[in-house]
T-cell receptor, first 112, second 113 residues
């Protein structure tokens, strides 16, 4: 089954630096979403990018989508300690009934 | 309600016992999902409800797992004869529709001794 795979698995940066996380997937999609998870509990939706979009911004977040390479990236600019969390990409298959499929996530640590 | 709620927040049970987990979705959300997340791992899809359609049970790991949803309201996930491998956080989410963003509850942390 299709799955988003995040890269890297873990990332540690200094406060103020930019953080880039990548996601690759296997089959055609309707949209791709990024979520954040703090402390291993509920996830919070960050941004959704549709298959016909190439780039989207939301505050300090920038998401790109390259459907030809089946990949997406999440950029967090001017990171803060509060950005420390796990970040997941989730893909929605273009066909079939499969709901969102989540990758294993990138664990981001922002050091003050 | 204001968000998705789940109960209990924590559940400790003995191997072999049955457990029931509850999810209250956001009012008006037709889609409801259950996921399992083991420690340090990603989300594992379990089951998906969409309105009054037959649920997608393709993610349930065994016949010990079942879930019900009455209309577009509360859902319960039942695990029978729990095993230690069932220990995980069980997350519920709801959305306006299948292609919309999902709103997650805080999860139920299940520990099987």
């Amino acid at each position: 089954s299709q799955q988003g795979e995040e890269d890297p698995q873990a990332l540690s940066i200094q406060e103020g630096e930019n953080a880039t996380m990548n996601c690759s997937y296997k089959t055609s999609i309707n949209n791709l979403q990024w979520y954040r998870q703090n402390s291993g509990r509920g996830l919070v939706h960050l941004i959704l990018i549709r298959s016909n979009e190439r780039e989207k911004h939301s505050g300090r977040l920038r998401v790109t989508l390259d459907t030809s390479k089946k990949s997406s990236s999440l950029l967090i600019t001017a990171s803060r300690a509060a950005d420390t969390a796990s970040y997941f990409c989730a893909t929605d298959a273009y066909s079939g009934n499969t709901p969102l499929v989540f990758g294993k996530g990138t664990r981001l640590s922002v050091i003050a | 309600g204001a968000g998705v709620s789940q109960s209990p927040s924590n559940k400790v049970t003995e191997k072999g016992k049955d457990v029931e987990l509850r999810c209250d979705p956001i009012s008006g959300h037709t889609a409801l999902y259950w996921y399992r997340q083991r420690l340090g791992q990603g989300l594992e899809f379990l089951i998906y409800f969409q309105g009054n359609s037959a649920p997608d049970k393709s993610g349930l790991p065994s016949d010990r797992f079942s879930a019900e949803r009455t209309g577009e309201s509360v859902s319960t996930l039942t695990i029978q004869r729990t095993q230690q491998e069932d220990s995980a956080v069980y997350l519920c989410a709801s959305s306006l529709g299948r292609y919309n963003e999902q709103f997650f509850g805080p999860g139920t942390r299940l520990t099987v001794l």
